[in-house]
C-alpha cells in the first residue's frame, strides 16, 4: 500500500507570510507524528496525534506552529508569521498504535522542505 | 535528560569490510529502541525495534544488538548500496503513551567497491 505522503514537497515563502504543511498517513495508522529535521542532524519531535486528539505538543517551538487532525486522518501543520529560523525539512511519520510491542515503529513520509526568505 | 549519542559521526569502509555503529542512550526507562536508515533527499526507513537487554535483529547483511546503555548496528561484508546514514532513536518509558522518538545524530556510513 501506499506510504506517507506530504505535500508540497517544497515551499519558498516570504518572511512574514503563513505556511500550511500536509501529511497524509498510512491508512489505519491511528498516531500521527510531526518532526523537524536539521541539515546532518536526527528528527526533532515537534507534535503527536492519537485519532483526531492532539496529546502532545510539547515540541512546537513556540505559539506561532499550530497542528490539527480534524478526522483522525490527514494533518496540517501551520506555521504563522514564518521567520527565517523555521527554514527547515518538516517530516510526518505514522504508527499503528504507541502502546508498545509491534505497532509503534512510526514510517516517515518524504517531507516539506520550507525556505523562509 | 533523555539523551542519544551516535558514533562514529561518519564512516568510511571498503566494500567487505565488516564493521558496527555505536548508539548510547541515557533515558529513564527504554520502551524501545529504533534503527532507521536515511537516504540523501528521504525519509528515515525504519529497519528494527528492540525492546529489551540482550534482543537481537537481523536483516541481509545488517545485525543490531541492544545492551542497557547501548545498541550497535554491525554491518557484515557491506556493499556500496549499504551507503547512508543510520539513524538510532528510543522510546523513553517517560514518553507516557506519546510515542515521541528521541533520536541521536546519526552516523553516515561510505562504503567504497
Known amino acids: 500500500g501506499a506510504g506517507v505522503s506530504q505535500s508540497p514537497r517544497y515551499k519558498v515563502t516570504k518572511r512574514g507570510q503563513d505556511v500550511a504543511l500536509r501529511c497524509d498517513p498510512i491508512?489505519?495508522?491511528?498516531?500521527l507524528y510531526w518532526y523537524r529535521q536539521a541539515l546532518g542532524q536526527g528528527p526533532e519531535f515537534l507534535t503527536y496525534f492519537n485519532y483526531e486528539a492532539q496529546q502532545d505538543k510539547s515540541g512546537l517551538p513556540n505559539d506561532r506552529f499550530s497542528a490539527e487532525r480534524p478526522e483522525g486522518s490527514i494533518s496540517t501543520l501551520t506555521i504563522q508569521r514564518t521567520e527565517q529560523r523555521d527554514s527547515a525539512m518538516y517530516r510526518c511519520a505514522s504508527s499503528l498504535g504507541t502502546s508498545g510491542g509491534t505497532g509503534n515503529e512510526q514510517f516517515f513520509g518524504p517531507g516539506t522542505r520550507l525556505t523562509v526568505l | 535528560e533523555d539523551q542519544v549519542t551516535q558514533s562514529p559521526e561518519a564512516l568510511r569502509l571498503q566494500e567487505g569490510e565488516s564493521s558496527s555503529l555505536n548508539c548510547s542512550y541515557t533515558?529513564?526507562?527504554?520502551?524501545?529502541l529504533f534503527w532507521y536508515r536515511q537516504d540523501p533527499g528521504k525519509g528515515p526507513e525504519f529497519l528494527f525495534t528492540l525492546y529489551s537487554a540482550g534482543e537481537e535483529k537481523e536483516k541481509e547483511r545488517l545485525k543490531a544488538t541492544l545492551t542497557k546503555k547501548e545498541s550497535f548496528l554491525h554491518i557484515t561484508a557491506p556493499k556500496p548500496e549499504d551507503s547512508a546514514t543510520y539513524l538510532c532513536a528510543v522510546l523513553p518509558a517517560g514518553s507516557g503513551n506519546t510515542g515521541k522518538l528521541i533520536f541521536g545524530q546519526g552516523t553516515t556510513l561510505q562504503v567504497k567497491p
Open positions: 533515558v529513564s526507562g527504554l520502551r524501545g
Open positions: 491508512s489505519g495508522h491511528v498516531s
